[in-house]
């Protein structure tokens, strides 16, 4: 069993800043990709950053330079430093990761958080 545990939401003033935090656990062999979307009321959820094991990292155009993806893999725990926030980031964030389970076999999973509410004020 797979468990993705997010923490970090809150409320912030606009140009604050907050940083969440992810950690994956369970009976599980390896961790690979990991990464944060995020969906605001009345859309679809959205890539936010991703980064792979490696330290590959991609980010949203509307996050690029004010959103910072950082991982630690030996803790199994991804992270994500949120600067110069602005309203329009008002979303709830899910955490996910590509996940290799060893239970009855070695088997890939798709893990998802769930989620972690972020409100910017004006």
């Known amino acids: 069993q797979v468990r993705v545990v997010e923490s970090g939401g809150g409320l912030v003033q606009a140009g604050g800043s907050l940083r969440l935090s992810c950690a994956v656990s369970?009976?599980?062999?390896?961790?690979?990709?990991m990464g944060w979307y995020r969906q605001a009321p009345g859309k679809e959820r959205e890539l936010v950053a991703n980064?792979?094991?490696?330290?590959?990292?991609n980010y949203a155009d509307s996050v690029k330079g004010r959103f910072t993806i950082s991982r630690n893999n030996a803790k199994n725990t991804v992270y994500l430093q949120m600067n110069s926030l602005k309203p329009e980031d008002t979303a709830s964030y899910y955490c996910?990761?590509?996940?290799?389970?060893?239970?009855?076999?070695?088997?890939?999973?798709?893990?998802w958080g769930q989620g972690t509410l972020v409100t910017v004020s004006s």
């Open positions: 369970g009976t599980i062999h390896s961790v690979g990709d």
């Open positions: 980064m792979t094991t490696g330290g590959s990292t």
């Open positions: 996910n990761a590509d996940v290799v389970v060893i239970t009855l076999g070695y088997r890939h999973l798709e893990a």
